[in-house]
């Protein structure tokens, strides 16, 4: 009965966690053109600016969310609460300190941040108060935040990502009053506040209420669970700063090479892949616990059963996106930009990306088997392997061939192909997933879409090559090609790739999501 509970816990907080991440995504989208029509460019680029110097702070505690969600999942299987306890004292004893220091040191560097990034003297008053309060946000969340960690690490992460909805719709519809209302920029700053204070007070409540023995206190603190944040957190941290760097190498070779027109080729022609895989990507943020509690209770069959199924539903998920944007590159960035300069370039970036990204997403079941495992070093082999083959490629394409911004992303795309192929199938052996299982049950759902979609595409393609319309009456072309895409790729991996229990157990799920 645990094990079915299980599995219905984690499908509804894949489904929840998907369509939270699709519903933000289109937030951030609309947003600004609405904010741009009150602030000015200057002023929203200072916002910008904001985020950037965030994302550089935040790097500082990069693996310390994983160490929550990973030991309370252990702990929580264990009936281990006094080490709940313990973990998360000690971790909001680091957190707190860290954010001390950050934030005492970028208010002493604020002259030579103002200056480094030539903020107008009329803009400067204003540029402290929103980075220092952007800033200060941040690091509440980042100690505060240990509460949503704890909910993921219990696996009520459909729950934590509903109060996640709902603080970024209330962070929307403060910006919408406030701008209306002239608080100009700093409508921006005083909703990211509320959005954070009313998340942090609900996860609170929440972990009190999951966890009654829950309690936080200095007494708790201990050296046991120091290492847990420094040996374990500490490798994650490194994973993580490589992750990044690896995530946009692409543009750091293709600027330094080629200039930042191509830079800008690369941004444009990766948006939809991105946005496409970080909404499935979000699927990976239930491996961890779930992996992490199979382990605990020493289940390896219920892990090798969870992470085959969840491969093959990432890959099928992304190949249905990836499989449509590919082929309707062309249309999809005529629709959004108009017929601008560099679009063939930025046609073949697109597609180089969908390939590329989709094997990237796929590696995160197995990173989450190797931290669930307490084997986090384990995760360093795809970065390893993707940085040999990017150095390949370079060098047989500086030897061989000219570099232009396609090249370049050709080159990282097969990096990204070929070792995640290596990793999963280390992995996979590891596991006991023989290599037909993995290639019949994982690879071919994310293959078939698109079979569908250029097909699609080369029959529509004389027609649609010969429209004369405007932008909106494009997407809604788009948008009816799309469903009807879906629609016959989905009903074909039903019909034709589906046993008869997987169509019973889909019919349930879905006349469930319908009751």
């Not at 702990?75 to 998360?88: D, P």
């Not at 959004?336 to 997403?361: F, K, P, R, S």
């Not at 061939?401 to 280390?426: C, G, Q, T």
């Not at 469903?483 to 790739?497: I, K, S």
Request: charge should be positive.
């Amino acid at each position: 009965m645990k094990n079915k509970n299980q599995g219905n816990s984690f499908y509804s907080n894949a489904v929840m966690g998907t369509a939270g991440r699709l519903l933000y995504l289109l937030s951030r989208v609309g947003l600004p053109p609405l904010i741009l029509h009150f602030v000015t460019l200057e002023e929203y680029g200072l916002w910008s600016t904001c985020f950037l110097l965030i994302s550089y702070v935040s790097m500082g505690a990069f693996g310390v969310s994983n160490v929550y969600i990973r030991y309370v999942a252990e702990y929580n299987v264990k009936e281990q609460y006094s080490s709940i306890n313990g973990l998360v004292s000690t971790g909001l004893l680091l957190t707190f300190i860290f954010s001390l220091l950050a934030l005492g040191g970028v208010w002493l560097s604020m002259p030579l941040i103002l200056k480094s990034f030539n903020v107008a003297p009329k803009l400067q008053d204003t540029a402290q108060v929103l980075i220092l309060g952007t800033l200060a946000t941040m690091l509440l969340d980042m100690t505060l935040g240990a509460f949503a960690y704890v909910l993921h690490g219990l696996q009520k992460i459909a729950q934590q990502t509903l109060v996640w909805i709902i603080s970024f719709l209330l962070e929307t519809a403060l910006i919408v009053a406030l701008l209306y209302n002239g608080y100009g920029v700093n409508s921006l700053l005083w909703a990211f506040f509320a959005r954070y204070i009313f998340s942090t007070l609900v996860y609170v409540v929440l972990c009190y209420q999951a966890i009654p023995g829950l309690k936080i206190s200095l007494r708790q603190v201990k050296r046991e669970y120091f290492s847990r944040f420094l040996h374990y957190g500490g490798i994650l941290q490194l994973s993580g700063l490589l992750s990044i760097f690896m995530y946009s190498i692409e543009r750091l070779i293709a600027g330094h090479l080629s200039g930042l027109a191509a830079v800008a080729v690369l941004d444009l022609g990766q948006k939809f892949p991105v946005m496409a895989s970080q909404v499935f990507s979000s699927m990976n943020a239930n491996f961890l616990p779930a992996i992490t509690e199979a382990h605990s209770l020493g289940k390896k069959e219920e892990i090798q059963r969870m992470y085959a199924q969840g491969l093959r539903y990432l890959n099928l998920f992304n190949g249905l996106a990836m499989g449509f944007l590919a082929p309707f590159a062309t249309w999809l960035l005529a629709a959004w930009m108009g017929h601008a300069d560099h679009l063939d370039n930025t046609i073949m970036v697109m597609v180089c990306a969908c390939a590329g990204y989709q094997l990237n997403v796929l590696t995160g079941p197995l990173s989450a088997y190797f931290q669930g495992i307490n084997q986090p070093a384990r995760t360093f082999g795809y970065l390893g392997w993707q940085m040999i083959f990017i150095i390949v490629g370079m060098l047989l394409a500086w030897r061989y061939l000219s570099f232009d911004v396609v090249i370049v992303a050709e080159i990282v795309m097969l990096a990204r192909i070929l070792s995640a192929l290596i990793y999963l199938l280390r992995g996979n052996y590891l596991l006991g997933v023989s290599f037909w299982r993995f290639l019949k049950s994982v690879m071919w759902p994310g293959i078939m879409p698109y079979a569908f979609g250029y097909g699609i595409m080369n029959a529509l393609q004389p027609w649609l090559g010969g429209l004369n319309v405007n932008r909106w009456y494009l997407i809604m072309i788009l948008a009816a090609i799309g469903l009807v895409y879906t629609l016959q790729t989905m009903g074909f991996f039903y019909a034709f790739m589906c046993n008869k229990e997987e169509q019973s157990l889909i019919r349930q799920k879905l006349s469930r999501r319908k009751s």
